[in-house]
Every structure is written in structure tokens, then in C-alpha cells.
């Protein structure tokens, strides 16, 4: 079982839809959690992290399930603009380690 | 916010050479930075953690002989693919988060290496 996985898509949604996507994480112990987008042929960009209590950054509302060890994104009204692929990122620490877990994406397109 | 400036953004080199690639942490200082791979339509794999003053810890399948890793201060780590192949073209990403920062972890702009 990967340690991250995500629905790899693709959604393709009309502008102004709302779309949700997931990623379940296999660590018990992941402590934090972010979605990254990435444009074609570029770097990935933090869009937010995930708190337990959910947290909202005007269109997009991220939660973090950690009993069920999932984390979602919601997209709500999109835009031409949200067409990219999101990346949930699940990471760990230890004593002397730590570690960063990317699924493999989920592509989004948004139609006219 | 923090700023990773990665570099160089685009090398084509021969069969058999070798490439160094550079990935800095500016007005941060970065005692972990992160290595990743990506082939065309497939997601980030991590490479490597590159620990300041300490050996690289490499994942999996990764040869440590092959992708060097400096992080001789704490701003700046390299990744030198030595004796190149075709099947080492890809775009290689270096990642760094600050000490305490709230931002999640910035990215280098990316390195797409092309073997020819």
C-alpha cells in the first residue's frame, strides 16, 4: 500500500462547480499535512495546510480526518485558472528523521 | 515568505558527464532540504533528505554513488548526478522549509536535466 494515495483524476468540471478530492495516508504518525498545485512544467506551490479543525482560504476549504488518516480539499465556484494538479503532502518527524510524502496528484480541468 | 532559489533551471549534458545542480535557502537557514525526481506525467519522488553537516539519507532505490549530495552550510546543498545516462533526464526539484515557518515547504524553481 503507498504511503500517500490520491484519485490521480482526471476531473473535468465546468467553471463554477464545486469539486472535492482526497488522500488517504497510511502513517498513524504523519503530522502534517499541506496541498501543493502544480502548473505544467512547473515547481509545485503551497496552496494550504490542513489543521484538524479545517481550515478555509476563500474558495478552498481543506480537512484533515485523522481517524479515518484522510485529508480532503474542496474547490467551491472554480475557475478556469484552478485547471492544475493538486498534491497532497503528508509528512513525519522522528528524533532524528523526518520525512515528506507527495501523492502522485490529482489533475483538475476546468472547462468553460 | 521563504525563497529557494535552485539553479541551474535547464542543462543539457553528454552521456557520461556530470551535472551539479544547486538549491539555496535565502534569508533561511535550511538544516534539512529535500530531493526530488519527477518524470514526465508522474508525481514527486523523493530522492533524499540532505542534512547539514551530516550524510544524506536516500531512499529506496536510489543510488547514493550516482546522486552526490553536499549540504555543506545552511543555506546551500547541491546534487551532483555523476556519469550521466539518458535515463537520468528529469526534472529535479530541491525543497527547504524554515525553522518554525509556517508556510509548509518552498520549492526550488526546478532543474529539468536533458542526457543526451
Known amino acids: 500500500r503507498k504511503e500517500v494515495e490520491q484519485d490521480p483524476g482526471p476531473f473535468n468540471v465546468p467553471e463554477g462547480a464545486t469539486v472535492a478530492f482526497n488522500c488517504t495516508y497510511s502513517n498513524s504518525a504523519s503530522q502534517s499535512f499541506f496541498w501543493y498545485r502544480q502548473d505544467c512544467r512547473k515547481e509545485p506551490k503551497l496552496l494550504m495546510s490542513?489543521?484538524?479543525s479545517g481550515n478555509e482560504d476563500g474558495r478552498f476549504t481543506a480537512q484533515l480526518n485523522r481517524a479515518s488518516q484522510y485529508i480532503s480539499l474542496l474547490i467551491r465556484d472554480s475557475k478556469l485558472s484552478d485547471s492544475a494538479t493538486y498534491l497532497c503532502v503528508v509528512t513525519w518527524s522522528g528524533s532524528s528523521a523526518s520525512k515528506i510524502i507527495f501523492g502522485s496528484g490529482t489533475r483538475l480541468s476546468i472547462r468553460p | 515568505g521563504a525563497v529557494v532559489s535552485q539553479h541551474p533551471s535547464r542543462v543539457i549534458c553528454k552521456s557520461g558527464t556530470s551535472v551539479k545542480i544547486e538549491c539555496r535557502s535565502l534569508d533561511f537557514q535550511a538544516t534539512t532540504m529535500f530531493w526530488y525526481r519527477q518524470f514526465p506525467k508522474q508525481s514527486l519522488m523523493l530522492m533524499a533528505t540532505s542534512n547539514e553537516g551530516s550524510k544524506a539519507t536516500y531512499e529506496q532505490g536510489v543510488e547514493k554513488d550516482k546522486f552526490l549530495i553536499n549540504h555543506a552550510s545552511l543555506t546551500l546543498s547541491t546534487l551532483t548526478v555523476t556519469s550521466a545516462h539518458p535515463e537520468d533526464s528529469s526534472f529535479y526539484i530541491c525543497?527547504?522549509?524554515?525553522?518554525?515557518?509556517?508556510?509548509?515547504?518552498?520549492f526550488g524553481s526546478g532543474t529539468r536535466l536533458t542526457v543526451v
Open positions: 525543497s527547504a522549509r524554515e525553522s518554525g515557518g509556517a508556510y509548509g515547504y518552498t
Open positions: 490542513v489543521y484538524s
